[in-house]
């Protein structure tokens, strides 16, 4: 019987810090390709809380043990050349809104227009739907509570890099 090449999948993006509604959407990948390599780069367009060592730390942290993924560094150059420097057949990207479509769909076109590279979008976990890097960081920078939002490690290095001592925001009788 002939063996078949596993399928891998990267699963990118800038993880400034990483959220859980990427946990979400990385744990759904695992259940679907062999291998998930969960690459972080550094986007030109925002200017990073965290350096790519912290991110990279972060996200470790976050998955532990979890089978079938790793966590690896894009130091710059095209994502399509890295997906096929480590044999990847598709992209992973999670999907909370039409907005992010909107956002990722033309990233998609381009990458499939350079090197055939497919992207598989996965709906996000609804309660997530409102969870991304930068809003968790305004909030949490004004001092609103953002627990349960991202990992408790990432919490508290949040707090700390933000200079946040508490939180307020917490709406009267829950
Ligand atoms: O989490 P982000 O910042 O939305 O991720 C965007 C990212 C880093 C995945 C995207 O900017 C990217 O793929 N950058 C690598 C350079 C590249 O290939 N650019 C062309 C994309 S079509």
Redesign the pocket.
């Known amino acids: 019987m002939t063996e078949r090449a596993p399928h891998v999948a990267v699963c ?4 400034d810090p990483v959220t859980n509604g990427h946990l979400d959407v990385v744990s759904r990948a695992v259940g679907l390709f062999d291998e998930v390599i969960v690459a972080v ?1 550094t ?1 030109p367009a ?1 200017e990073p809380t965290f350096t790519l060592d912290e991110r990279l730390e972060m996200l470790r942290e976050s998955l532990g043990v979890l089978d079938g993924v790793r966590v690896e560094a ?1 130091s710059g ?4 050349d890295f997906c096929r420097e480590v044999g990847a057949g598709a992209v992973v990207k999670g999907l909370r809104s039409g907005t992010d479509f909107a ?1 990722e769909l ?2 998609a076109l ?2 499939r227009h350079l090197s055939g590279l497919e992207t598989v979008f996965l709906p996000g976990e609804p309660r997530f739907e409102h969870v991304s890097s930068s809003l968790v960081k305004e909030v949490a920078g004004h001092g609103g509570d953002v627990s349960g939002l991202v990992p408790d490690a990432v919490l508290a290095r949040l707090l700390a890099r933000l200079g946040v001592v508490g939180h307020t925001g917490t709406v009267p009788g829950r």
């Open positions: 990118p993006g800038s993880f780069l986007n925002k894009v150059g095209l994502l399509v956002y033309p990233m381009m990458n």
